[in-house]
Structure formats: C-alpha cells, structure tokens
C-alpha cells in the first residue's frame, strides 16, 4: 500500500472507520481484510469493477459506500453483512442487482434501512427489495431507466420510494398498499394522468407525491376527487411537522 493508503489503514485501527476515496483504486488492497472491527467502508470515487468475495469478511460493518465506480453487480457476499444499516451503491454501471454468479439476500440484512442505487443503468423494477423482510426507511431508484413498477412492489415495506427522473410509463395499482409508504417521488418520468392509480391518492398513506415533470396536466390531477383525499393526508403531516 501506498503511504496515503497506510495512513489511512493505521487510522481505521483505531477508528473502524476506512476512507478510501478518490485514490484511483481499481481494486481494494489485500491488507484491508485484516481489519475485521471495520463499521464503516468507504471506496467511493474509484474505478473498482468488481467488489470480492472478501467484502462480506467484515460482520461489524454498518456503512458501506461504493458510489462512483464501475461495479456492473453486488456479489453474493454482501449478503453476510448483517449488520449494514447504509448501503450507496448509487453511479455505477449496474443494469441489474443481480447476475447468474451472484445474488444479494437483502432480507438477512436486517438492519438496513437506506439504499441508494441511484444513477445507474436499471431498465427493470429491483425485485429483491420486494418482500416483507426488508424493512427500509429509504430505497433511492431515481435516475435510472426503469419503466414499470410491477405488481410485487406492493411488498415494498419502505417509507420512502424515489424514482425520479426514470422511464417510468406504468404503475402497478398494488402499489398504493405499501402499508409503511409514506413518500413517493415520480417526478420527470413518462407518466400520463390515466397511468396514474387512483389508489395512490385515495387509499394509500402516501402523504407526499412528486409527479411534476411529467406530461400530464397538474390542473387536471387537482381536480380529480382522489386528489382531494391525498391533500388531507398531506395537510395532516405537514401540521403535524410544525412545533
């Protein structure tokens, strides 16, 4: 390891904490996996394409940032991290979570709560975040190419959905009974007022709905008798914001 490197790898001893960005990696150096005790990773802005199996040698680790690299998929081993609260998996060249050789179980991760894979090459719906077992506070999709949201994201136990800035042209109207949904931005997709579950606005607990950016008529959508269901659920938190 370089100087720069060792440094930082001396200092992760005593902290548990590894910073690791924007140093030209192509891939993690070997000697990190002695640091067993390690509770944060972070190897952001590199030009790592493939993360090893080793990744999942680290049991401790709540925090994991591979943001800004060349990863085309997780590995498998990223599902022995079962302590991981924050996963940034967001600029990448990811067209999918998974691969033939590698499949991540999100649902051992039980202490999970935000996921960004924002920024990469998603044309379909991560249906590994579809389940009653993965209960997320955050699941950041947007800036993608997805066009659907399918049928099974009414398993989605997550209190904020963002798929901003997608190809998004169809909505499951299962989605409305994501029990835990509170907030889901649609904004810039291909969206059209008739895509629109009327659900989402007048049987869901979304109380925050971004749909601008979208070529449909928000004069029209206020008008809808749906609407007005939607605005009592946000009035309601908005009040309940102010001290």
């Avoid at 001396?10 to 690791?20: I, M, P, R, Y």
């Avoid at 998603?122 to 389940?131: D, G, I, N, Q």
């Avoid at 206020?222 to 009035?235: C, D």
């Amino acid at each position: 390891m370089g100087n720069n490197v060792s440094s930082r790898y001396e200092n992760a001893k005593k902290t548990g904490s590894l910073q690791l960005s924007n140093l030209k990696l192509s891939k993690f150096p070997e000697d990190v996996r002695k640091l067993t005790n390690l509770r944060a990773l972070d190897l952001s802005s590199n030009s790592i394409q493939h993360l090893d199996p080793w990744i999942g040698a680290f049991p401790g680790l709540r925090s994991l940032n591979v943001s800004g690299n060349k990863l085309a998929c997780l590995p498998t081993e990223v599902s022995r991290l079962t302590k991981l609260e924050s996963l940034n998996a967001s600029n990448n060249r990811m067209l999918s979570l998974t691969s033939s050789h590698s499949v991540v179980n999100f649902g051992s991760l039980r202490h999970l709560r935000t996921v960004d894979i924002s920024k990469n090459n998603l044309t379909e719906f991560p249906v590994e975040f579809c389940s009653k077992d993965i209960p997320l506070d955050l699941l950041d999709l947007s800036k993608n190419n997805i066009s659907l949201v399918p049928d099974c994201a009414s398993l989605l136990q997550v209190i904020e959905l963002n798929l901003n800035e997608n190809q998004i042209s169809a909505i499951s109207e299962k989605l409305a009974k994501c029990p835990r949904l509170k907030v889901l931005r649609l904004a810039h997709n291909r969206l059209r007022l008739e895509d629109i579950p009327m659900g989402i606005l007048e049987d869901s607990n979304i109380s925050l709905f971004s749909i601008e950016g979208n070529p449909l008529s928000m004069k029209a959508l206020q008008e809808l008798p749906a609407y007005a269901k939607y605005m009592e659920r946000y009035t309601a938190t908005k009040r309940k914001a102010i001290p």
